[in-house]
């Protein structure tokens, strides 16, 4: 019955929205967002920016985005799958892992639409890099209240809302 519910509220939503004059449209190319200087400082700082922002977006996130990550999922879907069914933590973990890895290197050709400029070891380097740093990085974007974007330091406010600092 919930569910019917909940269907017909999206259903209603829909309706409204397109009898508003509202549209949506989908783009055939992926936004190209990581523009300028390709570095991993650069990556690093753009990083605990979206975090920061994120979390003065929405604050759930301090609890939800960390356990979502593939390798905290991993460790927990290890431990559960060892508990419940006996399998092998390591073995889990590792095809947990390359799982996950594959995915990612699956939806990033299809989203390039062409052959990646790069090779599948590049790939795995730098998906390792991400997910071991991505613990470190989440906890530093939580430590700080100011953003640095070109050159211009901001105050984070909550709900996203940025305040330039002189």
């Known amino acids: 019955m919930q569910l019917l519910h909940i269907q017909y509220c999206i259903k209603m939503l829909l309706k409204y929205c397109s009898c508003s004059g509202y ?13 300028g200087i390709s570095s991993l400082e650069n990556f690093q700082k753009r990083m ?10 929405v604050p759930t ?43 990612g290197f699956i939806q990033l050709r299809i989203v390039q639409n062409d052959k990646l400029n790069f090779s599948k070891f590049d790939f795995v380097v730098a998906w390792l890099y991400r997910e071991l740093m991505t613990p470190y990085l989440f906890m530093k974007g939580m430590m700080k ?15 996203g809302e940025l305040e330039e600092v002189r």
């Open 61 to 103: 996130i301090l609890i939800a985005e960390p356990i979502t990550e593939s390798i905290a999922l991993g460790i927990w879907n290890s431990w559960s799958f060892n508990y419940l069914f006996g399998l092998d933590p390591i073995l889990f973990f590792l095809s947990h892992i390359s799982t996950w890895m594959l995915l």
């Open 48 to 57: 605990i920016r979206w975090t920061q922002i994120r979390i003065s977006t």
């Open 145 to 159: 209240t100011t953003v640095t974007w070109r050159n211009q330091t901001y105050r984070l406010k909550w709900g």
């Open 23 to 35: 549209k949506q449209q989908l783009s055939s190319l992926p936004v190209l967002q990581n523009s």
